[in-house]
């Protein structure tokens, strides 16, 4: 299963005249963007040295914000119809008005706001409102949206996550035979794929008739992004899988549950926005997270959960320290790494993540 | 069993340690080395100087565990294990009432907590920066002129300690500069670091939790000031090993013990 | 309500408060020497720490009384005053404890029970007091309520969340979109449409019935006493300025805290007419103004005394700050004929609630109206709604108005946070600026 090059996918993408927009971090109304035939690329943590972006951003400020920031400046030939903000914490909020009002490039800046409550009356309007906001939006550039395009894309969508979520049960049931950088390397490919290559990437992944063989131990991770590729083939060098996440660029955007097939675009995804699992970047019930991470953590029979912490992460410190002191207190192992997105392990993270996994393989498997 | 020996090897950062113990658990020999620039070489000369000791040669050797920052690096090792659970066996060994393990190292400090048979539960380190660990003692005592021992004695002095408020290494030692300036009584600067190393143990132990006896390993043992102040701090008395320094080696040539043994049990494969 | 409480609230708030006023007035008899630096000190001081003293104090009587909900900064209170929630204000207890230089300490409680030190150090400081009780203010009540929003930040809510938790307590939380360019009739519907949907919630925690001209009047209150708090900062357009902005950082505790009750309304008359008075008389904060200044961002609480001495000491002064502005800048939006849009408006549109462009207009604006001369911009690591983007704010403001301004790193309670040589080498090297430049 070949995954294209994320550069060069993109590259010849720009060059073919496809209109891509550079999205930051984390959710937004993609099927909207897919049904201006606007492609979302999206910026996470784009590799490299950070140089120009220490000029406008303190030093305590997280690599996300920093990486993405040094992307920008870059002024990248691939990003040619503008950038997107959608709302997910202060920094990324403050970052969207510092490019478009004060650093300036020469493209457009929108953004697009997540509402912080849980599903009722009220947050359901807004975000129909909003949605239909950002559709004017678009349209003021691109003319009038065509309907049967909409709900296209929603559909398009739709068959996507239904795989997502095949997938991701089988991973827990071990009817996976990826390991694990294969596996993040894949759901990591939406995030620049176009949505048609990437249906097409999925529907070619082997979920096996029988269980393969059990991993030596199995381990559960909580965070923004998953771990490093490094991260990941060490991993896979000791033996341990990651057989659940709880990942925002993971699972925590894929609906908890299987949704009807779409009619009404607008109804679609207000519905799925709200049937997405809890995040702390949404002030998500703590009691609501604990539930979700219990249960995968059963799904899969994880022995252990990593909490993979970009540094500085707020939303996501603040409910570290409940999560880890509930799972400890069910006896759960629970490690803390905590990451600047450098694809490099450093010698003590490496004697952590040996030592933890030292820890797994003594356990008598529940 | 016949007569046989295992050794642990741990290369620090700093020293390099071995210990060699028999079939039945009795330590037989114990060598501390600097590490120097080569971490295979030290590995190499302290298990020479071992094996010497305890009047045995390489060849009855027979399992070797490689632990420490340079274990990658000890080529004769039969197997690797990392510094935490080295140490949560090493103190089991010594104190079998452990349940709470506090290393601080010349360069990091960790908390681990172990079972009753020395397995690892938990643990949490400090390896990002020097605050906590020797290596801040030793900054300090350059700083202040003063050779570590004389940074060791528990101190009674008048009055209130001199706070250092910094989390960092290099911004403490701006602190002490300062309060030199002004005069500040010697003893009363190194009571407010000894407090300010305890505080910073202190939170990494409060994030695990204390079970059990808890027992202090790594070179800053020595540092009785110190001990005394996180005696107090903690509500209770801490085991200290003999050698706190060789802890780590001693668990590592038990797990090889351990290894061994449990192969023999699960019988060839 | 129990009518033991409420007698012993009686008794505390008739006999009890009056008492230790007295009390703290018999130790203050001898006064802390000023510096020469400085103007005469505000009258006005002796009647703010009272107020706020006896906040705090019949706030641990208030429990069996009304019930009490503690309230982030820029929440629109004014509906809690609906329901007479008594309130407390983490941040300000949080600036209270930094700025008695114990925020280390009560930061350690909270990272010992695992928050990061690399949170907003407010928050610590509350979890930490919330955790072991500890509070420079005697005894605070538990909360029966927690009311925040997040036009200030997203912070709060992840914090606010965490106490909700441990308290086993309901959080209410008023969404307030970030305004990227204008507010849109969307988010004005669903800010206003929340409030609305509060009021049934709120009825049932503190057991009182919601009165619309109740709940009008307070708003009346609120507009006065935030239109007052504008006019006593615009005072400080006069040469000398009246007022330091070092004081200022004190003075707005009652437009904060004690907003929509008679008390900051009736404080804000007192120190308006003391203000309108040195005014007149030509009365300055300092003894000798020569250079007047702005500050952006929160206060550094744990050096309050230190800076104002610094600047004092070399004829500076902060006439002007756009945090201090933050309580009367969208009071203008409030209309009792329209209640929940314009709460929705003035709400939604707080200075960090906003795009960085209008905060830079507004910046400019303050600075030529008030005769600014320079600018010192606290970098807070705590606080990235106000400190993400100040780099090139300072940029601006120093590229297009040609004005000397300084960055200084540091946080607004956790004390461990500064670097005495740096801070001084930067203090020092902007005063050369400041000097040698054309406004010298």
Redesign the interface.
């Given at each position: 299963m070949m995954i294209p090059n994320r550069k060069e996918y993109l590259k010849a993408l720009a060059n073919s005249g496809q209109k891509i927009m550079g999205v930051l971090p984390a959710l937004y109304p993609r099927e909207l963007l897919w049904a201006f035939d606007i492609h979302a690329a999206e910026i996470w943590d784009p590799p490299g040295e950070i140089l120009h972006a220490n000029a406008h951003l303190q030093t305590t400020i997280c690599p996300i914000v920093k990486r993405s920031l040094e992307f920008i400046l870059k002024e990248p030939d691939i990003i040619n119809a503008g950038y997107l903000f959608p709302h997910t914490c202060d920094s990324l909020q403050n970052l969207g008005t510092q490019v478009k009002d004060l650093i300036g490039v020469s493209l457009p800046v929108y953004t697009f706001y997540n509402p912080k409550g849980s599903f009722n009356n009220t947050t359901t309007r807004y975000y129909r409102d909003i949605l239909q906001n950002f559709q004017l939006s678009m349209e003021a550039v691109y003319g009038p949206l065509a309907p049967d395009k909409f709900l296209a894309a929603c559909v398009l969508s739709h068959k996507i996550d239904s795989h997502l979520m095949a997938i991701q049960q089988a991973r827990m049931t071990d009817h996976l035979s990826l390991n694990n950088a294969e596996y993040f390397k894949l759901m990591r490919a939406q995030e620049y794929l176009l949505p048609t290559d990437y249906l097409s990437l999925l529907e070619q992944v082997d979920i096996l008739d029988q269980p393969g063989e059990s991993p030596r131990a199995r381990m559960m991770v909580s965070g923004i992004l998953p771990p490093t590729p490094e991260i990941l083939e060490f991993l896979d060098e000791l033996g341990v899988s990651i057989v659940a996440d709880d990942l925002l660029a993971g699972s925590r955007r894929i609906p908890k549950f299987p949704m009807d097939a779409p009619v009404s675009p607008l109804d679609y995804l207000t519905d799925r926005f709200f049937i997405l699992p809890p995040c702390s970047t949404r002030g998500g019930d703590l009691d609501e997270r604990l539930h979700h991470l219990s249960k995968h953590m059963n799904a899969s029979q994880a022995q252990g959960i990593l909490f993979d912490i970009v540094k500085f992460c707020e939303p996501e410190l603040f409910d570290h320290r409940l999560l880890v002191k509930t799972l400890r207190g069910k006896n759960y192992p629970v490690l803390t790494l905590e990451t600047e997105l450098e694809n490099h392990i450093s010698g003590q993270d490496k004697t952590r993540i040996e030592a933890f996994t030292e820890l797994l393989f003594e356990m008598v498997s529940p | 069993m016949a007569d046989l020996y295992f050794a642990g090897v741990d290369v620090g950062s700093l020293s390099t340690d071995v210990s060699i113990i028999d079939h039945s658990g009795k330590l037989l020999s114990e060598t501390v080395i600097p590490t120097g620039v080569n971490g295979s070489e030290a590995a190499e000369v302290a298990f020479d100087s071992a094996i010497k000791l305890a009047d045995l040669s390489r060849e009855v050797i027979t399992a070797i565990t490689a632990t420490g920052?340079g274990r990658a690096s000890v080529a004769f090792a039969t197997g690797k294990?990392?510094?935490?659970?080295c140490h949560g066996v090493g103190a089991h060994q010594l104190f079998p009432k452990t349940g709470t393990v506090i290393d601080i190292g010349g360069q990091?400090s960790k908390v681990i907590q172990i079972d009753s048979h020395g397995?690892?539960?938990?643990?949490t380190?400090n390896?990002?920066c020097a605050a906590g660990t020797g290596r801040f003692l030793e900054v300090m005592a350059n700083r202040l002129e003063l050779d570590l021992d004389e940074l060791s004695s528990p101190l009674n002095i008048e009055g209130e300690s001199a706070p250092i408020?910094?989390?960092c290494t290099v911004?403490a030692e701006?602190?002490v500069i300062?309060l030199l300036a002004k005069h500040t009584p010697r003893e009363h600067i190194v009571h407010g670091l000894q407090r300010s190393i305890v505080?910073r143990i202190?939170?990494m132990v409060?994030?695990i939790g204390i079970e059990g006896e808890v027992t202090l390993t790594g070179g800053v043992a020595h540092n009785r000031g110190l001990v005394v102040l996180l005696e107090e701090k903690l509500g209770l008395t801490l085991n200290i090993p003999e050698n706190p320094q060789t802890v780590g080696a001693l668990g590592g040539a038990h797990i090889a013990r351990r290894a061994y043994q449990s192969s023999l049990e699960l019988g060839p494969n | 309500m129990s009518i033991r409480a409420e007698i012993k609230y009686k008794i505390m708030k008739d006999y009890g408060a009056p008492a230790l006023m007295a009390l703290q007035d018999f130790k203050r008899r001898k006064p802390r020497p000023i510096p020469e630096a400085f103007g005469p000190p505000l009258d006005s001081n002796k009647r703010l720490k009272e107020i706020l003293s006896r906040h705090y104090f019949l706030s641990r009587y208030a429990r069996g009384v009304n019930k009490v909900a503690w309230v982030t900064s820029g929440a629109p209170v004014e509906l809690l005053r609906a329901f007479d929630f008594y309130t407390i204000y983490p941040e300000n207890h949080s600036a209270l404890v930094g700025a008695k230089k114990q925020g280390a300490d009560y930061c350690s409680i909270a990272e010992g029970s695992g928050f990061s030190q690399d949170l907003c150090s407010y928050a610590r400081i509350d979890l930490g007091h919330m955790l072991s009780g500890k509070t420079p203010a005697g005894k605070l009540p538990k909360p029966d309520l927690l009311f925040c929003s997040n036009n200030i930040c997203q912070t709060v809510l992840y914090w606010y969340k965490a106490i909700a938790h441990e308290l086993n307590i309901p959080l209410i939380h008023f969404d307030a979109p970030f305004v990227t360019t204008e507010q849109t009739e969307a988010d004005i519907n669903y800010m206003a449409q929340q409030l609305q949907d509060m009021i049934p919630i709120l009825e049932r925690v503190s057991g009182r019935v919601f009165y619309l001209d109740v709940f009008e009047n307070i708003l009346k209150r609120s507009m006065e006493t935030s239109r007052t708090w504008g006019a006593i900062l615009d005072a400080m357009k006069a040469q000398p300025a009246p007022m330091t902005i070092f004081d200022a950082f004190g003075h707005l505790a009652p437009i904060v805290s004690l907003r929509g009750l008679p008390v900051a309304q009736d404080y804000y008359h007192i120190l308006m007419e003391e203000v309108d008075t040195r005014v007149t008389q030509g009365i300055g904060a300092i003894s000798d103004e020569r250079y007047r200044l702005i500050w952006d961002n929160i206060a550094i609480w744990y050096k309050v005394r230190f800076l104002a001495t610094f600047f004092a000491e070399r004829k500076m002064n902060f006439v002007t700050a756009t945090y201090t502005n933050a309580w009367a800048e969208t009071t203008g939006y409030l209309n009792v004929k329209d209640p929940w849009n314009s709460m929705a408006k003035t709400y939604g549109q707080i200075i960090l609630n906003n795009n960085l462009k209008h905060r830079l207009e507004l910046m400019k604006k303050m600075i030529k109206t008030y005769s600014v001369d320079g600018m010192v911009m606290h970098s807070t690591r705590s606080c990235k709604p106000y400190s993400v983007g100040q780099f090139d704010l300072r940029k601006a403001i120093t590229t297009d108005l040609d004005l000397p301004a300084v960055i200084l790193d540091a946080d607004i309670a956790d004390e461990r946070v500064w670097s005495e040589q740096q801070i001084h080498t930067r203090l020092e090297a902007f005063c050369e600026t400041l000097e040698g430049s054309k406004h010298g």
């Open positions: - | 920052y294990t990392t510094e935490i659970s990091d397995r690892m539960l938990d643990f380190m390896d990002k408020s910094s989390t911004f701006s602190e300062s505080n202190w939170s409060a994030s | -």
